[in-house]
């Protein structure tokens, strides 16, 4: 059975960081790309990095702030988020990919998720 875990959510004020944490078991971690996506009130889920054979994905709004990592041997991929904004709160989730290493932006290309670490950015 696949498990995803996150952590490293949690309350800073704009313009500080996080680092989220994604730990995985019950797969071949290294066969998977992985994905962050987030998810604010009212709104859809939205991919904001991805990771896999090709390279990175990063949404527009996050580029330049936002790094997606992952540590096979670990089984664990990271989302560091520096230069937070009030924008990027929402709960931040990990997923992995349908289609082996090769990653998605949408949410119906991953299959397996975690619970959703919530992240909150006051101004």
């Known amino acids: 059975q696949v498990q995803l875990e996150e952590s490293g959510g949690g309350l800073v004020q704009a313009g500080g960081s996080l680092r989220l944490s994604c730990a995985a078991s019950?797969?071949?971690?290294?066969?998977?790309?992985m994905g962050w996506f987030r998810q604010a009130p009212g709104k859809e889920r939205e991919c904001v990095a991805a990771i896999g054979w090709s390279g990175r994905y990063y949404l527009d709004s996050v580029k330049g702030r936002f790094t997606i990592s992952r540590d096979n041997a670990k089984n664990t991929v990271y989302l560091q988020m520096n230069s937070l904004k009030p924008e990027d709160t929402a709960v931040y989730y990990c997923a992995t990919g349908r289609f082996g290493l090769e990653y998605g932006t949408k949410a119906n290309e991953y299959d397996y998720w975690g619970q959703g670490t919530q992240v909150t950015v006051s101004s």
């Open positions: 019950g797969r071949t971690f290294s066969s998977y790309a």
